[in-house]
């Protein structure tokens, strides 16, 4: 149980379009949703706690236009990159957890290379 | 500021052996701990999770939690080759499902045959 599904894996685009990453909980409602990104040899780093029916919560100096968060229904997160340049190429990964006690489910990760 | 200090490594042991990992976490009111393994290009895999002081052990896996000293450590007993991987530990609110977590910059290890 408590699966996390994210698309695409991966994903090229030119500089200056943008791409859409889908996070989804197949199996349980989460209210909250968690994106993090990972440059290499890097650790995770939290950007943004997406609610459910609400605005999604930025983590300081994560661009809030940028990267857009849209958490719509009680299993499905989306995550915009905007205008997307080579910086923002990154693994990008979502996490959820059905309830306390359980632990933090990780979807697969999106790798975003942007030329 | 919240958080998590891991030893990046790289930690090396030879098969068979026991691998130590250590973290230690700023945040007093973290309640729940967590240990990820991640491979090269791969979203991190629960290993374990502890919430108490002491030992929890799972197969091959031990987790301990020292509160007063803000300390959390995996043991691996019989390191595999397949055990090869980036460990992150990660510190956790109470309400897991609404509170996101803090992760280490991760170890290394690394098992030789």
């Known amino acids: 149980g408590a699966v996390v599904s994210q698309h695409p894996s991966w994903v090229i685009c030119k500089s200056g379009t943008s791409v859409k990453i889908e996070c989804r909980s197949l199996?349980?409602?989460?209210?909250?949703m968690f994106w993090y990104r990972q440059f290499p040899k890097q650790s995770l780093m939290l950007m943004a706690t997406s609610n459910e029916g609400s605005k999604a919560t930025y983590e300081q100096g994560v661009e809030k236009d940028k990267f857009l968060i849209n958490h719509a229904s009680l299993t499905l997160s989306t995550l915009t990159v905007t205008s997307a340049h080579p910086e923002d190429s990154s693994f990008y990964i979502c996490s959820a957890s059905p309830r306390t006690s359980y632990g933090y489910t990780f979807g697969s990760g999106t790798r975003l290379t942007v030329v | 500021q919240k958080e998590v200090e891991q030893n990046s490594g790289p930690l090396s042991v030879p098969e068979g052996a026991i691998a130590s990992l250590n973290c230690t976490y700023s945040d007093r009111g973290s309640q729940s701990f967590f240990w990820y393994r991640q491979y090269s290009g791969k979203s991190p895999e629960l290993i374990m999770f502890i919430y108490s002081n002491g030992d929890k052990e799972d197969g091959r896996f031990t987790a301990q939690l020292n509160k007063a000293s803000q300390y959390v450590s995996l043991l691996i007993r019989d390191s595999q080759p397949s055990d090869s991987a980036t460990y992150l530990c990660a510190g956790g609110g109470a309400n897991q499902a609404g509170t996101a977590l803090i992760f280490g910059k991760g170890t290394t290890l690394s098992v030789s045959s």
């Open positions: 199996d349980f409602q989460a209210t909250t």
